[in-house]
């Protein structure tokens, strides 16, 4: 499999990299990168030790394998650039969570296979994020006819794989946000709450981090369910009323919202314990 990347930002950094790192005494060959903007593209084979491609062409002809690492808004745009050129039987791949293949219009009529091939990874920096890859869980959407091609490249690199369907796409990003891009939100939130309470600024910015991290470690370990302490589990309803009073109406509508959420939660680790009085306290304070 010859690799191609037409793009050059932190994915198309990041999977290459993690890629290339396996070439050695295999038929897996990254051979380089093409961008519009030719200082990515160089800086890109430099950091994976391949080649850059001047012409869009010239990379085409290289691969058998292409991956569109762009921005899912220019995907489209991309595409209908490379899909007139000789692409027969060549695997065309975007690494978008919430796009699927279809997004590849025509692609039967030009004789190649697309697919989604999506990192579950908040990629955050396109020189060091590689490191981590060994322990990423990659979804694949597209054409029967080679996604075992595209499979079996993940089994090799030795990450965890599945196929999914191009239905659940959207509800699989959804999925993927609410429990990274959103927790941010979350910590945001949190983090303006600590600085409220008169702390000086550097403390209330790390004083919940050892909280955070601990508790995030104790969902992975443990399981949601398992994981689940404060207030809303103990069944504390005159804590949670305080909370609830001291928020603005912004901060109660988040607490409000997700504590809904948490009391199934609760009531699936205690399964005999009674949470009418929270749930009445929530609903009443969300009129």
Known sequence: MNIGFIGAG???????????????????????????????AREAATFTQTRYFEQLSDLIAASD??????????????WNDVKYYPIENKNICHC?????????????????????????????????SFHAFSDVYFTVE??????????????????????????????????????????????????DLFSQCGFDAP???????????????????????????????RGDTATISQHLACLNDAEREIYICLSQALIGVAKQKNPDRDYSLIDAALKEAKK
């Open 10 to 40: 932190k994915v198309g950094f990041t999977l290459g990299r993690y890629i290339s790192n396996h070439n050695e005494n295999t038929s897996i060959n990254v051979v380089g990168y093409y961008s519009q903007h030719t200082d990515d």
């Open 65 to 78: 394998t292409l991956f569109l690492t762009v921005p899912d808004s220019v995907i489209a745009q991309v």
């Open 96 to 128: 978008s969570g919430a796009l699927s293949s279809a997004i590849f219009t025509d692609i039967q009529r030009c004789g190649a296979y697309g697919y989604s091939v999506h990192p579950l990874y908040a990629v955050h920096d396109k020189y060091q």
């Open 142 to 191: 597209g054409s029967n006819a080679h996604i075992n091609q595209i499979t079996t490249l993940l089994d090799f690199l030795g990450n965890p794989v599945r196929i999914i369907s191009a239905e659940h796409k959207a509800l699989y990003h959804a999925a993927s946000v609410m429990v990274s891009n959103l927790v941010v939100a979350l910590a945001k939130t949190g983090s």
């Open 203 to 233: 403390f209330a910015e790390k004083a919940w981090n050892a909280l955070f991290l601990g508790n995030a470690e104790n969902i992975c370990q443990s399981g949601v369910i398992n994981a689940l302490t404060g207030p809303l589990e």
